[in-house]
């Protein structure tokens, strides 16, 4: 298995700001995913995070608003940028290829408000 | 991605079983049926995954219906702590990140 820590695990902020959330992985993984999760929705894939290379965004998501970096195979980061309301969700880090598999694991989230 | 239909939501008994249906009717011969939930303020979690055949661990058990265009997720004693969104994801063979739908609500009552 993975153990995922997201820091922070929450945080309120200001329109127009921008928040980095971190992401670190007890191991080695091959691959590391951003999703973002809407009050009261499922969660949505934002990009999958490639190690130094560019990360790779879903439709709808763009780099210059989520910039992304893995500098390794146990870290990466997720900037939110020029926030708005909208932008308030839970962010989750998901990560999948370990030694035992490609199944899937979760960070516990970050919870962002934005005002 | 193929699609998946579950219920919105579903209500069970503790100590009772519950069935889980999904549907996916266009699913394609590599894809893997796969199951998380997402316990309150928690990220997903695992609970079983299959190809063909019928599966069981120590969570839950997963039937595949012989043509794989339906599955049912089965536990066999709900608990309070099984109270959570049940996902029915379908995924292809390799690294390809889990694409989510809405999933079924399970609500279980003392």
């Known amino acids: 298995s993975a153990v995922i820590s997201q820091k922070p695990s929450r945080d309120i902020c200001q329109r127009g700001t921008s928040l980095t959330i971190q992401c670190q992985v007890d191991s080695q993984v091959t691959m590391m995913f951003w999703y973002r999760q809407q009050p009261g929705q499922s969660l949505t894939l934002i990009a999958t995070a490639n190690q130094g290379s560019e990360a790779t965004y879903e439709s709808g998501f763009v780099i210059d608003k989520f910039p992304i970096s893995r500098p390794n195979l146990t870290f990466s980061t997720l900037t939110v940028s020029n926030m708005s309301p909208e932008d308030s969700s839970i962010y989750l880090c998901?990560?999948?290829?370990?030694?035992?598999?490609?199944?899937?694991?979760f960070g516990p989230g970050t919870r962002l408000t934005v005002t | 991605d193929a699609k998946t239909t579950q219920p919105n939501s579903m209500e069970s008994n503790e100590e009772e079983p519950v069935h889980l249906p999904c549907n996916h009717s266009?699913?394609?011969?590599?894809?893997?049926i796969h199951w998380y939930r997402q316990l309150p303020s928690q990220g997903p979690e695992y609970v079983i995954h299959g190809l063909t055949s019928n599966v069981n661990n120590r969570m839950a058990s997963l039937a595949i219906a012989e043509d794989r265009k339906s599955s049912t997720l089965i536990l066999h004693r709900a608990t309070l702590r099984d109270a959570a969104v049940y996902y029915c994801i379908l995924r292809d063979v390799g690294n390809t990140p889990l694409v989510f739908g809405k999933g079924t609500r399970l609500s279980v009552i003392a």
């Open positions: 266009t699913i394609s011969g590599t894809d893997y």
């Open positions: 998901s990560v999948a290829g370990t030694r035992e598999g490609y199944e899937q694991y």
